[in-house]
């Protein structure tokens, strides 16, 4: 049996105790050639990939029939939704609706960002604490097991008054000479809400709940899209491109090259997921594992890297407006089924896992541990205070 241990046990690790004594600089243009690669990135022997893991074989879901309007196609998507999403939380959606053009765009022109040199990148740095921007690995923030990465995050909503949000980010942060690839996430994200919103009503439709319940949540969503970018390693089988954990966010849509590398951990053990093209990767994350009531699983998922090439992915990260709260409809919960977690914003969730706390596999129950204390406190803070 794999045994996968906590990145962090305290759950009330503060950022200070983040900040590396030694800081490195991830520079993947330098790295990749290395031989020998820095401890900071060198993973504990339990959590280092194993050779050759079996592949894991996921529903594959047909959308197609989902979004002409077929009843009975319909029933069926959630059927197989419900069945991926009750044993690992992960499945594959096909026939999307999403162009094909515009998914290779996407990952076309992340080369565009990635290859710069590294203090280009910078001007587009993420800053201690917040989500979004650029990150080389995190070394500004951890000082072991960091990744072997790059990523690119921001912000994306539908709002009328947020219409050019990401086109807008990109020349504020780069420049003009980027437009052109705002203009191509700007459209990429828009078609992932859309997805997402659609995956919803699936969802909600296995719960049994009504079918709009989560979409209506969701409308107006303030997600957030994420290039990946992992470089060729030296050493693959000491490092991890991302390690062990489950999205603290609701719903990941991500979209694989064809380099492999993303591995599920299914039955005790870790298991590769083959890229389909074709296909979008779909995983539960753990605000709506809150929102199920605990149903449903926030997938525990990572990602391994290779001797020889770059591996690139495409992320988007369906998150609820930062005024929703977050609590599971009435028909999911009874007296067979008590409420496991508490009420709680995705701004404080989202806060916690930037500033506190390594997102990884115990996120969700660590965080509303944090959550019950913190109102105890203030409970006792008022009592104290009327008395």
Known sequence: MTVINSIITSQTTTAAATTPKTSVVFDANLLQHESNIPPQFIWPDHEKPSPNPKELHVPLIDLGGFLSGDPAASLRASDLVGKACRKHGFFLVVNHGVDSALISDAHRYMDHFFEQPLHQKQKAQRKLGEHCGYASSFTGRF???LPWKETLSFEYSPENSSSRIVEDYFNRTLGEDFSHLGKVYEEYSSSMSKLSLGIMELLAMSLGVKRSHFKDFFQ??????????YPPCKKPDQALGTGPHCDPTSLTILHQDTVGG???FVDNEWRSITPNVNAFVVNIGDTFMALSNGRYKSCLHRAVV????????LAFFLCPKKDKVVSPPQELVDSNNPRIYPDFSWPNLLEFTQKHYRADMNTLNTFSEWIIKQQQQQQQKTSEAVM
């Open 143 to 145: 000082s072991s097991k």
């Open 220 to 229: 107006g969503n303030e997600s957030i899209m994420r290039l990946n970018y």
């Open 306 to 313: 290779n001797r020889t090439s770059t591996r690139k992915s």
């Open 262 to 264: 993303l591995q599920v």
